[in-house]
């Protein structure tokens, strides 16, 4: 956000003020208005990043760096895939706000936490961004699409470069379908439209079977992608 832009935003949410994205309970300053988290929900909110499966970011039990069922699974078109929290409990709520809700100030928060993901670890640093392509339409009915929200929060800061070379033909919606209706749904319907980076991080809201992520980082691979990581900010 410019100056401006930030100015217009706290001032909105100082003369309407919102409730916090999980809790419900009223702001009383401007940084809980930007982040649409009261301040303990927010300190709440963590990433627990040790002890995840490397190809589907689920918490791994007794395994290491690959869970059992990914171990037995066929191979991946992504090289690694990080999660940032469990989609359950208020984790459920924050997404329902985020996704449902319109509550693009939480972008801010969620860029915060991916910046981290990205700073931690040296493979991710020289690496585009690449957003998953949204479904034909899905903007003009709803005149939202929350991640390339995320996506341009993400673009602020200096050290992340975007590519948004993917596109994806219309289809059926994901969420009606299981996972090999999914892929089955998805096959030829995302491309390339544009230059494949050597080095790809490809971002979504929420994994739940993973077939999205699987075409998007297949499409990047045979259009000459190096490697390809996925990210996204919830597992189901």
Do not use: H
């Not at 916090?20 to 627990?48: H, K, N, P, W």
């Not at 940032?84 to 985020?98: D, Q, V």
């Not at 899905?138 to 673009?155: A, F, M, T, Y």
């Amino acid at each position: 956000m410019s100056f401006f832009e930030s100015f217009l935003f706290l001032l909105r949410n100082f003369l309407f003020p919102g409730t916090c994205a999980v809790c419900g309970c009223g702001f009383t300053g401007a940084v809980q208005i930007r982040y649409g988290l009261c301040d303990e929900c927010r300190a709440s909110i963590t990433v627990e990043a040790d002890g995840r499966c490397n190809l589907c970011g689920k918490p791994l039990i007794s395994e290491k760096e690959t869970c059992l069922s990914c171990r037995n699974g066929k191979k991946r078109f992504y090289d690694r895939l990080w999660t940032l929290f469990p989609y359950a409990g208020k984790y459920r709520r924050l997404l329902a706000s985020y996704k449902f809700e319109k509550n693009a100030a939480l972008a801010v928060f969620f860029a915060e936490e991916v910046l981290k993901v990205i700073n931690s670890d040296p493979i991710l640093k020289e690496a585009d961004i690449v957003p998953v392509p949204p479904r034909p339409g899905k903007i003009k009915e709803s005149g939202w699409d929350q991640v390339e929200c995320l996506v341009k929060r993400l673009e602020k800061s200096s050290q992340i470069k975007v590519n948004r070379c993917l596109k994806r033909r219309k289809s059926e919606v994901q969420k009606r379908l299981g996972r090999t209706e999914r892929l089955e749904n998805l096959k030829g319907r995302v491309f390339l439209n544009g230059n494949a980076p050597k080095a790809a991080i490809v971002i979504d809201d929420v994994i739940t079977t993973g077939s999205t992520m699987e075409v998007c980082c297949a499409a990047l691979k045979e259009g000459g992608s190096g490697k390809v990581y996925g990210l996204c900010l919830f597992y189901d």
